[in-house]
């Protein structure tokens, strides 16, 4: 079974600051871990993905996630805050059997000017 | 989003009604799903399909049936719709569990369900 947990329901910074959204992950097999954001009113859009490859991932955005396996955690970071980045994000746990995917609970990120 | 779409996007429909929606992808993938989405819990994922005619069922399927007789369609239906329904439903593709795992999901843009 696999399981996913975001600590954080709610994250508020100043634009401008780093950005910190924490996530840990349970899983029997060797995990492809994503995170996804989601703007108001929008459907999901994939921000970075780790998939056994190196363990620090770059994605859209200047978003990136470290994998972290003795820590089970795959956080997801950006330097410095945009207005735009206001909005919601999920990290999933996914595994090889059937491509069904286990969502954390979401964070939702606001931005203060 | 590019390829799939959703209809309607916003429904309120009565107790006890069946309610259908759609999803419809123009990118000839093989495995489509149907997500519920509710504040504090993520998405949960209903049913799934992996062909024409193959459907399984996810963590929250009571209350829901699904069907796909085309590769491009698949069809959400709650028989009896129900207030605990009330829900933003996604659809997503992928082409298979490998191309999920290494690239993630395609989402449609998500169908408002109000039941009073």
């Known amino acids: 079974a696999q399981s996913v947990t975001q600590l954080d329901s709610h994250v508020s910074v100043s634009e401008g600051t780093p950005v910190l959204l924490r996530c840990n992950y349970s899983s029997s097999y060797s995990p492809s871990l994503f995170w996804y954001v989601q703007h108001p009113n929008k459907g999901l859009q994939l921000l970075l993905k780790y998939t056994s490859a190196a363990t620090l991932v770059k994605g859209i955005n200047g978003f990136e996630a470290e994998f972290k396996k003795s820590e089970t955690s795959f956080h997801l970071t950006k330097p410095s805050a945009h207005m735009s980045d206001a909005a919601e994000y999920f990290c999933?746990?996914?595994?090889?059997?059937?491509?069904?995917?286990?969502f954390g609970d979401g964070t939702t990120l606001t931005v203060k000017p | 989003d590019a390829g799939i779409t959703q209809s309607p996007r916003h429904k309120v429909t009565e107790t006890g009604t069946p309610v259908t929606l759609r999803c419809h992808q123009t990118?000839?993938?093989?495995?489509m799903y149907w997500y519920r989405q509710d504040p504090g819990h993520g998405l949960r994922l209903i049913h799934y399909?992996?062909?024409?005619?193959?459907?399984d069922k996810g963590e929250v399927s009571d209350g829901y049936s699904v069907s796909r007789s085309k590769t491009e369609d698949f069809l959400l239906t709650l028989e009896s719709a129900t207030s605990s329904q009330t829900s933003v439903y996604f659809c997503a593709i992928s082409e298979s569990p490998r191309q999920a795992n290494n690239y993630g999901y395609t989402f449609g843009s998500g169908t408002r369900l109000t039941v009073v």
């Open positions: 990118e000839n993938h093989r495995y």
């Open positions: 999933v746990v996914s595994d090889w059997d059937a491509g069904k995917s286990t």
């Open positions: 399909s992996y062909g024409v005619k193959d459907t």
